[in-house]
């Protein structure tokens, strides 16, 4: 199975928090992506990027930002967090089009 | 713009019957098709995958049909067990754009 991990699995923050979710893999991929999934929803993508210094934002519009400095490193930053911005987030990686994914980290803005 | 859906949000089967799952997709550029399983709490979990070139593809227990023609897809899972109930999506990716869009999920239940 894929070695791609996400911290933390749950979090619970006061609004305008700033939050910053961590995302690795350990299989050399170059792309890398972040998903927003609401319980039992379909999954919008936020964020990708191709490889070091690429980011691009995706489908689904985000306040949040993303950095890839290291090919196995893609964190996902929230400045100010909102109730709006209570979700699951889902990190994946990919090779050859096949996705393979972290836990998700579940956050709750209160 | 690009799109993938589901028939059906929820399934419910017999526990040792088959099940299929169904999905259209929009882009008739897509030239790639992934499954995934997503149980409670998890992430998205790799079932099986089927490029355009081919219409059907089969692994244990479960079985993927393309029909490029109607822009459909299935997912069948043979003998269901109670370890199959999870949401199943399914994804498109055009190589082009190198970018897999999701569906919205059936959710499949099992009844013993």
């Known amino acids: 199975e894929a070695d791609i991990y996400q911290t933390p699995r749950y979090l619970v923050i006061g609004t305008g928090k700033k939050i910053t979710l961590e995302c690795s893999q350990t299989m050399g991929h170059d792309k890398m992506y972040w998903y927003q999934q609401d319980p039992g929803m379909e999954l919008h993508l936020i964020h990708y990027?191709?490889?070091?210094?690429?980011?691009e934002k995706g489908d689904l519009s985000s306040e949040s930002t993303v950095s890839r400095i290291r090919t196995e490193h893609f964190p996902l930053t929230l400045e100010s967090a909102r109730p709006s911005h209570t979700s699951q987030y889902l990190c994946a990686s990919s090779q050859r089009g096949r996705a393979f994914f972290g836990q998700g980290t579940r956050l709750t803005v209160v | 713009g690009e799109s993938v859906g589901l028939h059906l949000p929820t399934l419910s089967v017999q526990e040792g019957d088959n099940s299929i799952i169904n999905c259209a997709y929009s882009?008739?550029?897509?030239?790639?098709f992934i499954w995934y399983k997503q149980e409670s709490g998890k992430g998205p979990q790799f079932i099986i995958d089927i490029r355009s070139n081919m219409d059907k593809r089969q692994g244990q227990r479960v079985t993927v049909l393309l029909n490029k023609t109607v822009k459909h897809l299935s997912l069948q899972i043979a003998a269901t067990q109670p370890g199959d109930s999870a949401v199943y999506f399914c994804a498109e990716n055009n190589q082009g754009a190198q970018k897999l869009v999701f569906g919205q999920g059936t959710r499949l239940t099992i009844n013993p």
């Open positions: 990027s191709y490889g070091v210094n690429s980011t």
């Open positions: 882009n008739s550029a897509s030239d790639y």
